[in-house]
């Protein structure tokens, strides 16, 4: 049962802040010139999930703004109907639907996976974008530890059930929301649903390097499809996901605020993953800033790729080869 309320969008906070104070980030961003491109996507069909705030509705604005047809598939429809109204303003575009999507709940998932594989005749685009970022110790309908649950596990099923017409739809991308806190979090294959200890940080963290591992590996096996994955850190974007840390936390959050990144400057990596011709023959990569960006040690792990695979699959009891 889920104990708390799940935030739509991809998330960045308090484990982005020894990066953004760096040097090294001041420069990289200083001398990098910001990224644009007038790729369109007329005739495409994109999925972003938790598009009703934050980098997932600025991601909808801008695909939408490209010719592509977005379908918001979002948990709170009441919510989601209000974004539907603001994305549709300010990209111009009718081709927008919202549908409802639940990652706490397999049931949720399997009923919307259905539906788009009923009513939808491709998929060219599909952005995991929701998730959770350091909340109290609470379980998803199906008993997983809802960090694990929504962030990782949510979406590994998701993407299971749409791949059928991810591939009819070739060229097509896959695209995980990451984050740079994947470097601070190991897999725990023996108790990946944090029952016998729990910090909230490190659960993050777990889940964040799990879309790391799961993209690195689903590469792998969708050679030769023409479909591609790719996962990425956002930025240190301002959120109201950052009410779950403490209060020193906070305060290190706030006075750090003018380094982070608005939804619309943190979206742009997700969109560049989406659109990016260049990545057409790239797959697997993690990514930051609009740039191929290296990750952890344990990220590039592939027997731990493959072992958190097969965990994954014997919890949802699917099988995926």
Known sequence: MRTHSLEESGCEGWFGVRRILSPQHGQRNMFRGAWSSDAKLDGKTVIITGSNTGIGKEAAIDLAKRGARIIMACRDMEKA??????????????????KKLDLSDTKSIREFAELINKEESQLNILINNAGVMVCPYGKTADGFETQIGVNH????????????????SAPARIINVSSVAHKYGSINLEDLNSEKAYSKSAAYSQ??????????LLATKLKGTGVTAYSLHPGVVQTDLWRHLNKAEQAVMWMARPFTKTSVQGAQTTIYCAVEPELATESGGYYSDCAKA????????DKMAQDLWDLTCKLLNITWD
Do not use: H, M
């Open 81 to 98: 109907n209000a974004a539907l109204k603001d994305v549709t303003e300010a990209s111009g575009s009718q081709n927008i639907v919202v």
């Open 153 to 168: 596990i949510g979406p590994f099923l998701l993407t299971y059930l749409l791949l059928d017409l991810i591939k009819k």
């Open 207 to 216: 889940s964040k390097l799990a879309n790391v591992l799961f993209t690195r």
């Open 294 to 301: 290296t990750c952890s040690t344990l990220g590039s792990d």
